[in-house]
């Protein structure tokens, strides 16, 4: 699976919205791009994911580059709950993947007041 | 609904000791696996069941066993800990098919182990 390389933390402002890039140079063409994130040391939760079309879902957008090579995940009116580590993922579903994410180290976002 | 559960929420063992760590899932899910994630770090696959009746190792698998009891439960166990499995361990399972357009991983809550 592709690697990803993300900041290692960014802060906003409540309310504004939060865009979290992701670079993945090496993205193949049946890879996934999927967003995790970890509230305090709690499990993981899914935010959102998608192939090579913008995708929204009531959590989140995702905005993937027409080459693919990178995606910003968007939380349109953070809040001090989205406060958080943020996993981008590259994955190739399917197949002999078995579901087996890998992790990095993420980008602390946090939401100020 | 539950999800994924897992037992316990925190144990405190001493080197040498055993334990297994519970998981259940009710989602009837055919994938199953153990993360651990150690402090300021990214989550590690230690062991991962494709389906009811497959194990396999992942990334950081010395140290343990598993064993996928039926569909619903995969269990992690420490036949000696140490020191170095200090860590916060996750359960997490999926509807993993050859052919899916993607996989989304429900995590359970997580169990936090000390070993002194």
């Known amino acids: 699976d592709a690697k990803t390389t993300q900041p290692t933390s960014m802060d906003c402002a409540e309310g504004r919205a939060a865009n979290l890039p992701c670079n993945h140079s090496?993205?193949?063409?049946?890879?996934?791009v999927y967003w995790y994130r970890q509230i305090h040391s709690q499990g993981p939760q899914y935010i959102i994911h998608?192939?090579?079309n913008n995708e929204t879902n009531e959590m989140a957008s995702l905005i993937i580059t027409e080459d693919r090579k990178s995606s910003t995940l968007i939380l349109p009116h953070a809040t001090l709950r989205d406060t958080a580590v943020y996993y981008c993922i590259v994955f190739r579903a399917g197949g002999t993947s078995y579901g087996k994410l890998t992790f990095g180290q993420g980008t602390i976002l946090t939401v100020h007041p | 609904n539950a999800g994924v559960t897992q037992t316990p929420k925190f144990q405190v063992l001493k080197t040498g000791q055993s334990m297994t760590l519970q998981c259940a899932q009710d989602m009837n899910h055919n994938s199953m696996y153990w993360y651990r994630q150690d402090p300021g770090m990214g989550l590690r696959l230690i062991y991962y069941?494709?389906?009811?009746?497959?194990?396999d190792k992942g990334e950081v698998p010395n140290g343990y066993n598993v064993s996928r009891l039926n569909k619903r439960e995969f269990s992690l166990r420490l036949e000696s800990a140490a020191p170095s499995q200090t860590s916060v361990y996750f359960c997490?399972?999926?509807?993993?098919?050859?052919?899916?357009?993607?996989?989304?991983?429900?995590f359970g809550a997580g169990s936090r182990l000390t070993v002194l």
């Open positions: 090496t993205i193949s063409g049946n890879e996934y």
């Open positions: 997490a399972s999926t509807q993993f098919t050859l052919h899916s357009g993607a996989n989304v991983l429900t």
């Open positions: 069941s494709a389906s009811e009746g497959t194990t």
């Open positions: 998608g192939l090579k």
